[in-house]
């Protein structure tokens, strides 16, 4: 989210010093709070891929090491964390696929309202669209 949008308040009037400036202080504010459902969900969606992969490499360690201990072999806990790891990321594009599609089309959304909103603030600084 830009600094313009966080220091705008929406309780501002668009015609206080809009015509002064040629840009609308309310609209981003809308934009600011409509991105904000969003990319609150994103951020949760990230959230919880990063700790579904975490939680795969930490079983997958856990594996590593105490499997073989069964046989009577020593396996390092670093050891066992670089093959977690390595074997953590083909394991979690097929297990945790839905998140990791959800996680994407989130970052698009929000690609796509950037560009929208880029355009737009683009297009009232040029003075176009104004009534």
Do not use: C, W
Not at 48 to 67: F, M, P, T
Not at 92 to 102: A, M, Q, Y
């Amino acid at each position: 989210m830009n600094d313009e949008r966080r220091n705008d308040s929406p309780e501002q009037d668009s015609s206080s010093d809009s015509r002064s400036e040629g840009i609308s202080h309310t609209t981003p504010a809308k934009g600011a709070v409509r991105a904000s459902g969003s990319t609150g969900t994103l951020v949760r969606d990230v959230a919880l891929y990063s700790l579904a992969r975490l939680g795969l490499v930490v079983v997958l360690a856990l594996l590593i090491i105490y499997v073989p201990r069964v046989f009577g072999v020593e396996i390092p806990l670093l050891v066992a964390a670089l093959f977690a790891v390595l074997i953590a990321l083909p394991v979690s594009l097929v297990l945790f696929k839905t998140l990791r599609r959800r996680v994407n089309e989130g970052i698009a959304a929000v690609d796509e309202r950037r560009r929208t909103d880029r355009a737009d603030l683009e297009n009232r600084l040029r003075g176009e669209g104004r009534r």
